[in-house]
Nanobody, 122 residues
Framework: VQLQASGGGLVQAGGSLRLSCAASGRTSSRYGMGWFRQAPGKEREFVAG????????YYTDSVKGRFTISRDNAKNTVYLQMNSLKPEDSAVYYCAFSRSDGSTRYAMYDYWGQGTLVTVSS
């Protein structure tokens, strides 16, 4: 499975960005998808996850109400809509593929994208 993330960039505080992640390869079975982020000098942390059907979504507390994860299974693509961005949201964002049907746990993700940089200026 290969994951290609895009959509990062530089935005002012309060602004919005939408990240996309396209999956290719052996994705024929049901799978969960997630987004993680890693800021300089910090550990990679879970941001959001979504089940195969999209019926279950998971968020870390700091992004609830601001970020929305969604997916289009016909396109094998997952999205992360980020609104009301804050400087502390600045990080490299990674999409991830899980053969389990959605999880908040790093260890449950099997494949990772290359990351896309999000920088939020104050």
């Amino acid at each position: 499975v290969q994951l290609q993330a895009s959509g990062g960039g530089l935005v002012q505080a309060g602004g919005s960005l939408r990240l996309s992640c396209a999956a290719s390869g052996r994705t024929s079975s049901r799978y969960g998808m997630g987004w993680f982020r890693q800021a300089p000098g910090k550990e990679r942390e879970f941001v959001a996850g979504i089940s195969w059907s999209g019926g279950s979504t998971y968020y870390t507390d700091s992004v609830k109400g601001r970020f929305t994860i969604s997916r289009d299974n016909a396109k094998n693509t997952v999205y992360l809509q980020m609104n009301s961005l804050k400087p502390e949201d600045s990080a490299v964002y990674y999409c991830a593929f899980s053969r389990s049907d959605g999880s908040t746990r790093y260890a449950m993700y099997d494949y990772w994208g290359q990351g896309t940089l999000v920088t939020v200026s104050s």
